[in-house]
């Protein structure tokens, strides 16, 4: 008897090795998996609200000739934010723009922030990944 519990006991304990290398290995796999799980969060758009209807541009600047189509007023989402040419609307100038999907229908362009409520103009650097 006493033998068949110092046998169960050490499988037991061979088990629960093993068991905690199956948790080392998957904690050393969890660091590859990190920079997917932080990239797709930074990829998740953040809803900020515009407070007047806004043409969207191909590139972010303000020439009409990268005009794409309109983001109306209200609550939009942003993929991430750019420094390039400075922009003066709404009473404000920035050289801030942001990357979105337009109201009509067209991905992956660029609106100026000085449009966004005065929350969303101070705080968006702080809200949006970098481009």
């Keep these: 008897m006493r033998t068949r519990t110092l046998r169960s006991g050490v499988l037991a ?8 290398a199956g948790t080392s290995q998957a904690v050393a796999a969890q660091p590859d998996s990190a920079p997917k799980a932080a990239a797709a969060q ?3 758009p953040v809803y900020m609200t515009t407070v007047v209807d806004q043409w969207t541009h191909y590139t972010p600047d303000w ?3 990268s005009h794409a189509g309109t983001l109306y007023a209200g609550r939009n989402y942003f993929y991430c934010f750019t420094y390039s040419v400075t922009y003066t609307g709404n009473g404000r100038t920035s050289s801030v723009w942001l990357r979105t999907d337009d109201d009509t229908g067209h991905r992956n362009v660029w609106v100026s922030d000085v449009n966004l409520d005065t929350y969303d103009y101070i705080y968006d650097v702080n809200l949006l990944p970098h481009c």
């Design 13 to 20: 304990v061979l088990a629960t090795a093993g068991l905690l």
């Design 42 to 44: 930074a990829a998740a």
């Design 63 to 65: 020439q009409t000739s």
